[in-house]
C-alpha cells in the first residue's frame, strides 16, 4: 500500500536526474556551510529554498507537456508585461531597477523570461515545424530580443545573457542555418564599438579588468584577482573542508553566491572541481538525452533549450571565477545561495521531467 502511494507520488519524477540534482545540492550544502563562516542560519534558509523549489519541480514535473504549451504565450505576455512595470514603477537598488513591489512581496521578473522566453520561441516553431522560413526565425529573434534589452536596460546583464543564450538555442536547435550563426558572429564583431558605447561604465571596467586584473587591485578586480588566489592555492587536493584561507579570512567577496566556485575550488582542490564537473556533466547528459526522445517539436526544443542553457549557467560562472570571462553576476547553478535562482533551475528541471514521463502518454495519444 505504502510502496503504491510513494509510486504515484514519484510517477512523473526522473530518478537519475533527480539522484544527480541532490547529490549535486548535497554539495552545495557542505560548500555554503563552509563559506558563510560556519552559519547554520545561512544553511536553514538555503534548505528552506531548496525545499521550496523541489515543490514547485514536483508541481511542474506532473503537468503534461501539451499544458504547458499552452500556456507559454500567456506566461511570456505577462513577463514582458512585468518586465515594462519595473521599468516604469520598479525600485532601484544599488543603481539597477530590477524589482517590483506588488504589496505583499517583492518580484523580479527577469527571472520569469528565464523560462517563459524560450517556452515562447519552442511554442512558436512548433506551429512552423514542416519548414521554418527565414521570416520565422527574424520574428522569433524579435520575439527574444524584446525581453533581452528590457532586462540589459535594468541593468542586468547576465540575466539578460542568460535569457539570450535560452532563446539562441531555440533558434539553433529550431534549424538556424550555420551560414546565419557565421553572419550574426561577423555583423556582433563588427557592431562592437556600438556594443562598447552603450555599455554602462562599470560594465567597461569589468571587460578592461578581464584583460588586467592589477590595473585596479583594491577595487574592480579585487573580485578576479582574490578568486584566482583561491582557486590556485587549492592545488591538486585542496587545503580540506573548512580550511580555506581566502574565504575563511574574508578576503574573498561573495563567496556564498557568484564566487562561491573560488570557495569550493580551495578546499576541494583539481580533484574537486572535476568531480563537480562531472556532476554537472551527468545532468547536462540525462537532459539532452530527454531533449532526443521528446514527442513534440515544442517539448524537444524546450527540453534542449532548458539543459543547454544550465551548461550556460556553469560555463559563465566558472569562467567568471576563474578570470576567463568577465565578472556578470551569475551564480553557481545548485551551489550558489539564492532561492530566487534554485527555484528558476528546478522549474526547468520539472519541465524536463515532465516531458520524459509523459512521453509514452503523447507517443499512445
Request: a positive charge.
Amino acid at each position: 500500500m505504502i510502496s503504491q502511494f510513494l509510486q504515484s507520488i514519484f510517477k512523473h519524477i526522473d530518478s537519475f536526474l533527480l539522484a544527480c540534482l541532490l547529490f549535486t545540492m548535497l554539495v552545495g550544502l557542505f560548500v555554503l556551510y563552509s563559506a558563510s563562516g560556519q552559519s547554520f542560519a545561512r544553511l536553514n534558509a538555503q534548505l528552506i529554498n531548496i525545499v521550496v523549489a523541489f515543490g514547485v519541480l514536483w508541481v511542474v514535473s506532473n503537468i503534461p507537456p501539451h499544458h504547458l504549451e499552452r500556456v507559454a504565450v500567456p506566461i511570456y505576455v505577462l513577463g514582458v508585461l512585468l518586465l515594462v512595470a519595473v521599468a516604469l514603477f520598479g525600485e532601484v537598488s544599488h543603481g539597477a531597477r530590477r524589482w517590483l513591489n506588488l504589496g505583499v512581496t517583492k518580484i523580479q521578473p527577469s527571472e520569469i523570461m528565464r523560462i517563459a522566453a524560450p517556452m515562447m520561441l519552442a511554442w512558436y516553431f512548433a506551429k512552423r515545424e514542416a519548414m521554418p522560413r527565414i521570416a520565422d526565425f527574424i520574428i522569433a529573434a524579435i520575439l527574444l530580443l524584446v525581453p533581452v534589452a528590457l532586462i540589459a536596460k535594468q541593468p542586468d546583464l547576465g540575466t539578460s545573457l542568460l535569457v539570450a543564450s535560452s532563446g539562441f538555442y531555440v533558434l539553433f536547435l529550431a534549424g538556424l542555418s550555420w551560414k546565419f550563426l557565421v553572419g550574426g558572429v561577423v555583423a556582433a564583431g563588427a557592431m562592437m564599438p556600438v556594443f562598447w558605447s552603450m555599455l554602462h561604465d562599470y560594465q567597461r571596467k569589468r571587460i578592461e579588468i578581464l584583460i588586467d586584473p592589477s590595473q585596479d587591485p583594491l577595487g574592480a578586480g579585487y573580485h578576479t584577482i582574490q578568486a584566482t588566489i583561491a582557486l590556485g592555492s587549492g592545488g591538486v587536493t585542496g587545503k580540506g573542508w573548512l580550511n580555506g584561507t581566502q574565504s575563511q579570512l574574508d578576503f574573498l567577496p561573495e563567496r556564498t553566491t557568484d564566487f562561491i566556485f573560488a570557495v569550493f575550488g580551495e578546499e576541494f582542490g583539481m580533484v574537486g572541481g572535476l568531480l563537480l564537473l562531472v556532476l554537472f556533466t551527468l545532468i547536462i547528459g540525462r537532459g539532452l538525452v530527454i531533449a532526443s526522445q521528446a514527442k513534440s517539436t515544442f517539448s524537444r526544443l524546450l527540453a534542449g533549450s532548458i539543459t543547454l542553457n544550465f551548461f550556460t549557467y556553469a560555463f559563465v560562472n566558472m569562467g567568471m571565477v576563474s578570470g576567463i570571462l568577465p565578472v556578470v553576476g551569475v551564480p553557481l547553478p545548485l551551489i550558489s545561495y539564492g532561492g530566487t535562482s534554485m527555484l528558476s533551475l528546478l522549474l526547468g528541471f520539472g519541465v524536463l521531467m515532465s516531458i520524459q514521463t509523459h512521453k509514452k502518454l503523447v507517443a499512445s495519444g
